[in-house]
């Protein structure tokens, strides 16, 4: 029997496993709500040997995970195991509450945006953030802020980076898959400068956008380099985080794309492949199809989560693209969620055709929200299973 | 003083040539300084601010809308247009106090209560006052009854409702029953927009539509004050 990692490789290098991997990623409010709703905690709970997460260390004791879905239904994490380098501003921004009364609260993260929750949420900081102010406004306040972004930072690595000890621990972690993760330049842009700001500059100030698009790419090649070449194929996957598309469409022109972000996108896929790495995950939401040409060009070779309610469809992606895009959930939240007849015909008119397919993992498309009832979900889950193996 | 070496008929021209080459300009998302020049060159041509608005800024906004819908522009364009426009508002706000322009129709707007995600909505927002709409914004997390008073102000023709959120969609609902029990319901459009509505709910909860996106809306907007 293959270990969920294998499985995930074989699916992504479009190879055939002995069953298809099902890949989710939950909110942690939804357990909480799912614990209201008779999930017992004893059951999630995962006391075990693990290797840390986030870069900062390898863990060697034994370490209370809190509350782990992916063992108690059976799927796995699309975040499986990170390859240590920090690609966040160094040094942070102190994370504080910056006013608060007695509806919001504004705080300002470690990426310096700050950002405004709602007190009334039952779990504050499980609710989704609007962001009210970003680090980077013009060109002197980017300037400011790339003081922050030295590659060559020695924080960047974890302070046990003992290469032999990590390859072994990538050989053995067999939950899920390794992967190095970092920002796309859109996400890196929108995340510094906020959605508004940040797609109007392209015509406001194209120089500047050159400027930091030209940085991105520095930072990213140098950032990761020493991984990327000493891990080389050890790393199944890069996750690239992007949401460059609303519901309508990319949130950036094809003209864009390639105008600002193609020339450095190349390179950089082009540097991990020439060390053995070929598969590039970008995760977005939204609408992708206008870009979907660009995107193969820029070297990127996979997309998750393929939302349906902007019109994503794996299968005729598949159709159109080939082996050139390994696809990743697509599976709609919303008819999930309504259960019964809804839940099966949604899972029925895809999993099957893109099972036969290839390069296909099944998964809703995007996180688990607290609109799934614990029964749907454990429903979805149980059918779902049953179109798991190759027979 | 240039257009006093000239005679009526070819200032009427030459004001008709700067007009569509506004129009063209923000329909083709070019520099804001051309823009702003061109605003400047109407109006010592001596056209009518109103006319300025009308026949160049309102034009353009219109080709840029159509192209969004059509998938040749997206959202950075939109909103580089929006903010082509508004430079230019800005420069004939003082001017436009004289000559009044004609108002569309009045539009209160608001995330609902529980909700404080807006960019679309102010996306929206824009587009309806470039429209020449009346836009009263309430903003975020607004109440049901903030939302009926400011109807009750105003002469509003047209309430509309943003969400991101789907566990905020039941305060949607509250509005519209709200508005129901004002006895405003009438002479009251309601449109929904934001990532978590759909068309299904609109008539679920007995709203008029629900947009998918911002441009999509100021068009039922229209719509709706044509047959008003």
């Not at chain 1, 900062?56 to 994490?77: E, I, M």
């Not at chain 1, 993760?181 to 940040?198: D, E, H, K, S, V």
């Not at chain 2, 997206?74 to 000559?99: D, I």
């Amino acid at each position: 029997m293959m270990t969920p990692r294998e499985r995930f490789k074989a699916v992504i290098n479009f190879r055939k496993p002995d069953a298809l991997p099902w890949v989710e990623s939950f909110y942690d409010e939804v357990l909480l709500k799912w614990f209201g709703e008779g999930l017992r905690a004893e059951e999630l709970t995962v006391i075990e040997w693990e290797m840390g997460r986030g870069g900062t260390a390898l863990l060697n004791w034994p370490a209370v995970k809190g509350f782990d879905p992916y063992s108690y239904f059976r799927c796995q994490s699309m975040l499986g195991c990170f390859v240590p380098v920090d690609v966040g501003p160094i040094p942070r921004f102190k994370l504080r509450v910056l006013r608060e009364d007695d509806r919001y609260v504004d705080i300002l993260s470690e990426t310096g945006a700050v950002l405004r929750r709602m007190k009334r949420e039952a779990y504050i900081w499980y609710s989704m953030p609007t962001f009210v102010e970003f680090p980077v406004k013009d060109r002197k306040t980017w300037e400011a802020y790339k003081a922050r972004l030295n590659p060559e930072d020695p924080r960047r690595y974890p302070k046990d980076w003992e290469k032999d000890a990590y390859l072994k621990a990538f050989e053995n972690y067999q939950r899920g898959n390794t992967l190095l993760r970092f920002n796309g330049f859109y996400g890196f842009g929108a995340q510094l400068m906020g959605i508004p700001t940040f797609t109007v500059m392209f015509y406001k100030d194209p120089e500047l956008m050159h400027e930091m698009a030209e940085h991105w790419e520095y930072f990213t090649t140098e950032a990761i380099r020493d991984a990327v070449e000493t891990l080389r194929d050890r790393i199944d996957m890069v996750f690239w985080w992007e949401d460059l598309a609303e519901k309508h469409g990319p949130c950036i022109s094809p003209k864009i794309y390639r105008e600002f972000l193609l020339p450095h996108y190349k390179r950089v896929t082009g540097f991990l492949r020439k060390n053995g790495i070929d598969r590039v995950m970008m995760d977005s939401d939204g609408n992708l199809n206008p870009l979907l040409d660009l995107v193969v060009e820029a070297g990127i070779t996979g997309i998750w989560p393929l939302e349906v309610a902007s019109n994503m469809d794996a299968i005729s992606v598949r159709k159109k693209y080939g082996d050139k895009l390994f696809l990743g959930g697509n599976l709609d939240k919303r008819e999930l969620a309504k259960g019964g007849e809804s839940m099966r015909r949604e899972v029925d008119s895809k999993v099957p055709a893109l099972k036969e397919m290839g390069g296909y993992f099944p998964g809703v498309d995007h996180l688990v929200h607290a609109e799934f009832s614990l029964q749907r979900f454990r429903e979805y889950a149980e059918y779902l299973r049953g179109h798991l193996p190759y027979r | 003083m240039f257009a006093a070496s000239v005679g009526v008929d070819s200032m009427v021209e030459m004001s008709v040539n700067t007009l569509d080459s506004l129009a063209k300009t923000v329909g083709e998302v070019e520099d804001s300084g051309r823009v702003k020049d061109l605003v400047n060159r109407a109006l010592s041509e001596g056209v009518a601010p109103v006319d300025i608005v009308e026949r160049g800024l309102r034009r353009g906004m219109d080709t840029v809308g159509k192209k969004y819908e059509t998938g040749e522009y997206f959202l950075s364009e939109l909103l580089y247009a929006g903010v082509l426009v508004s430079e230019a508002l800005e420069v004939l706000k003082p001017l436009l106090r004289s000559g009044r322009a004609e108002k569309k129709g009045v539009i209160v707007i608001g995330t609902v209560r529980g909700d404080i995600h807006d960019i679309g909505k102010n996306v929206f927002s824009m587009l309806c006052q470039v429209a020449g709409f009346e836009v009263h914004d309430l903003g975020v997390d607004v109440a049901p009854e903030t939302f009926i008073k400011k109807l009750g102000e105003t002469d509003a023709g047209v309430l509309g409702l943003s969400t991101l959120l789907t566990n905020t969609r039941p305060e949607m609902k509250a509005v519209v029953d709200m508005l129901r029990q004002s006895g405003m319901r009438s002479r009251v459009k309601v449109l929904l927009g934001g990532n978590a509505v759909t068309r299904d709910f609109a008539g679920e909860i007995g709203a008029d539509a629900a947009a998918l996106d911002a441009v999509e809306g100021v068009e039922l907007c229209k719509r709706w004050v044509e047959r008003r």
